[in-house]
């Protein structure tokens, strides 16, 4: 089977949320070396660009699973890549426990996308119900909370009554509904005219094709550029 196609306005959008959250990530890390003053667990503004970016990642993964299954799924490449996700991912929770013991990694994005990659394909034949799922999916996630969902057990499903000790948290809810979300999104491309235009947009110019270029790969620049960027930081720095 011939690979999907891909859309340059997904991938640019993808791309744009990689920056952010390089951008973000090397914000942090400058914090960690004591050059900037940044509480990132309770400044609304940080939180809010965390959240921002999380959600642009996380209605892309709707859009592709749409647009994968509009194609035909391949199910020797979607093994493939759902392997590679949770083996990025069990890495991402081995380098966190090596830096932060207290705080590592045990539920982040990558975890979140590949459980969502499984639970997405019970969803993402439907269109406007993943909408009304979605949106209420992000209402009930947000809003409720129990102490039985504070158990370690159960802490990945989210409804915590607080935030667990951890460099990054993305629990199922409320992120599941916004990867429904997307998944209407995905649809909507096809279903709705205005979706013509961004799936047939493509553009020459260099930045939107360095977008482009890191949202075709974002996995492996999600794996590297944390390494890379807290490497150079500690060369220039440490020394």
């Not at 340059?8 to 791309?15: E, Q, S």
Request: proline letters at 6%; hydrophobic letters at 55%.
């Amino acid at each position: 089977m011939t690979a999907p196609r891909r859309y340059m306005a997904v991938d640019v959008a993808r791309g744009g949320a990689l920056a952010m959250m390089i951008a973000y990530h090397l914000a942090f890390d400058l914090n960690l070396f004591a050059r900037l003053g940044i509480d990132f667990n309770h400044d609304p503004r940080w939180l809010g660009l965390r959240a921002l970016i999380v959600s642009l990642f996380l209605l892309l993964v709707g859009v592709s699973q749409s647009l994968v299954r509009r194609q035909g799924l391949d199910g020797a490449r979607y093994l493939k890549r759902l392997t590679l996700l949770i083996v990025c991912a069990g890495l991402v929770t081995l380098g966190s426990r090596m830096m932060f013991p207290s705080t590592y990694i045990f539920f982040g994005i990558l975890h979140f996308i590949a459980v969502a990659s499984v639970l997405g394909l019970l969803t993402v034949r439907f269109y406007r119900f993943n909408l009304v799922c979605g949106i209420l999916l992000v209402l009930f996630g947000s809003g409720f909370a129990h102490p039985w969902f504070d158990h370690p057990p159960l802490q990945w499903i989210g409804l915590m009554t607080h935030k667990p000790l951890t460099e990054d948290y993305v629990p199922l809810l409320p992120w599941f509904g916004v990867v429904q979300i997307g998944q209407f999104l995905g649809q909507a491309l096809f279903r709705l005219s205005p979706g013509a235009a961004v799936r047939d947009w493509s553009s020459p110019a260099p930045p939107f094709r360095l977008l482009a270029f890191g949202g075709r790969h974002s996995l492996l620049i999600y794996m590297v550029h944390q390494p890379v960027l807290f490497g150079l930081l500690y060369l220039y720095f440490g020394f």
